[in-house]
C-alpha cells in the first residue's frame, strides 16, 4: 500500500507545514467597471484596516484583474466582424485604479494577473455571432460582466468555439502572454509576479509562456484542467497539486480550494471553519471571494461586507496567532523554509503528515481495510503534542 501511494505519501511529506494560521482573502474578476466599483472598493479597503493580526498587519485581500473588456461601441461599427478591446487604466477607470493604488501601496491590496481578458477574444467573437444570448450579454452594459457568461466561455486558454474545447497554437498563447504583461506592468509599474488563471483552465506551454515573462507562482484549486468537454465542464489532468510544489519552470504552486462567497451562502462561519481544519493542516487558508459578492444587488453588498468585518473580527478573536500576509509573501516563506513560519520538528511534521493522509479517500480507505490505520493511529497519538 505504501509502495503503491508513495507519490501522493512524498508530495504530502514534502508539503511545507506551517506552525501558525495563516489567511488571505482571493477575490478575482476586478478589472474595468463604474465609478461604483471603485467606491467598493474602498469600503472593503476600510474593513481590511480594521482587523491586525498577531503582528500587527493589517487584513489582506488579493485582487485578480482581468485588464480588459470588449470595445462595445467600436465592434458594433463593423457588426462585430472584429474585436476590438477596452483597456483598464486609469483613464477609463480612475475611481478603481485610485483605490488599488492605494491600498497595494499600504500592503492591504495585492493585485494578482488573470489575464488580458477573461476569455479567449477569437471564441468570444464567434460566440457572438452564435449565440443571441452571448450578444445581449455584450450589448448589456458598458462594462459588460465576464461572470456572467457561460463558463466554458470564461477560459482564457483554450478554444471554445467547439465543444469539447482544442489547445491553443503555442504561438498564440507566447503571443499573448507577452502582451498582457506588458499591460499589466504599464497599469501597476511591476511585471505580473502571480497568476490566476481564468476558469483555472490553462496547460504547460502557458506555464512556460507565464515564465518566460517573470511570472513565478500560479494559484491553483489543487489540480489544473486543460480543456471543457462535451457539455462544457471542466476536465482535470495530472495529479493533484500541493502548496509549495515547484513545475518544470521553476514557478510556485498555492492551493486554493476554500471559499467565502457571502452572495452564494459562504459566511464567516463557513470561512472560520476552513480556518479550523486547514490550520491543522499546516496549510495557509485561501479563500476565493468574487467580486459579485461586493458589487450586485446594493443589499447583496451590504450584507457581504458586513459579513466580512465579522469574519476578521472573529478570526483574529479564536486565532490570536493568526497572520495575515499576500500570496506572494507566502511563497517566499515556502522557498526560503523559514523556520519562524515553518514547522521543522520532526515529531510534529509526521502528526501533521498524518492528518494530511487521512484526507486522502482512497488512501484512507485502503489504510482501514489492510490495518495500516492501527500503527497509523499509534504513531499519531505520539507525534500529538499536548493540550
Not at 502572454?177 to 504547460?204: D, G, H, Q, T, Y
Request: charged fraction near 20%; charge should be positive.
Amino acid at each position: 500500500m505504501l509502495w503503491y501511494y508513495r507519490g501522493v505519501l512524498l508530495a504530502l511529506w514534502r508539503e511545507p507545514v506551517l506552525r501558525h494560521p495563516i489567511l488571505i482573502i482571493e477575490s478575482d474578476d476586478w478589472g474595468p467597471g463604474p465609478k461604483a466599483h471603485g467606491q467598493q472598493l474602498h469600503r472593503i479597503a476600510k474593513i481590511l484596516e480594521r482587523h491586525h493580526d498577531a503582528r500587527g498587519n493589517a487584513a489582506v485581500m488579493t485582487l485578480g484583474v482581468a485588464l480588459a473588456l470588449p470595445d462595445v461601441k467600436r465592434m458594433a461599427l463593423n457588426d462585430y466582424a472584429q474585436y476590438y478591446r477596452q483597456l483598464f487604466s486609469p483613464l477609463l477607470c480612475p475611481a478603481i485604479c485610485e483605490v488599488m493604488r492605494r491600498g497595494t501601496a499600504s500592503g492591504i491590496f495585492a493585485v494578482h494577473m488573470q489575464g488580458l481578458e477573461h476569455y479567449w477574444p477569437p471564441t468570444l467573437l464567434w460566440a457572438i455571432k452564435a449565440n443571441e444570448k452571448v450578444k445581449a450579454w455584450l450589448l448589456s452594459d458598458e462594462f459588460p460582466r465576464t461572470e456572467e457568461l457561460p463558463p466554458h466561455l470564461r477560459s482564457r486558454w483554450t478554444n471554445a468555439t467547439s465543444l469539447p474545447s482544442r489547445p491553443l497554437p503555442e504561438e498564440q498563447i507566447k503571443a499573448a502572454v507577452s502582451l498582457e504583461a506588458k499591460i499589466f506592468s504599464r497599469i501597476f509599474s511591476v511585471m505580473p509576479e502571480v497568476v490566476v488563471p481564468p476558469a483555472f483552465c490553462w496547460n504547460n506551454l502557458v506555464e512556460k509562456a507565464w515564465a518566460d515573462v517573470g511570472v513565478r507562482i500560479i494559484v491553483t484549486p489543487g489540480y489544473r484542467c486543460e480543456s471543457h468537454d462535451r457539455d462544457g465542464g471542466m476536465t482535470a489532468k495530472g495529479s493533484l497539486i500541493y502548496n509549495g510544489q515547484i513545475n518544470a519552470y521553476g514557478q510556485v504552486y498555492v492551493v486554493r480550494d476554500d471559499y467565502f462567497e457571502p452572495g452564494l451562502g459562504h459566511l464567516a462561519e463557513k470561512g472560520l471553519a476552513a480556518l479550523v481544519k486547514k490550520s491543522s493542516l499546516g496549510r495557509p487558508t485561501l479563500l476565493e471571494s468574487h467580486r459579485f459578492n461586493y458589487v450586485d444587488d446594493p443589499d447583496v453588498a451590504d450584507a457581504a461586507l458586513s459579513q466580512l468585518d465579522h469574519f476578521l473580527e472573529e478570526t483574529t478573536k479564536h486565532f490570536p496567532s493568526v497572520l495575515f500576509m499576500s500570496t506572494a509573501k507566502l511563497v517566499e516563506v515556502f522557498v526560503a523554509a523559514d523556520p519562524d513560519f515553518i514547522q521543522r520538528k520532526i515529531m510534529r511534521r509526521i502528526g501533521v503528515w498524518l492528518l494530511r493522509a487521512r484526507e486522502v479517500p482512497a488512501l484512507w480507505r485502503v489504510a482501514c481495510l489492510s490495518g495500516m490505520v492501527i500503527p497509523a493511529f499509534l504513531l499519531y497519538k505520539i507525534t500529538k503534542p499536548a493540550r
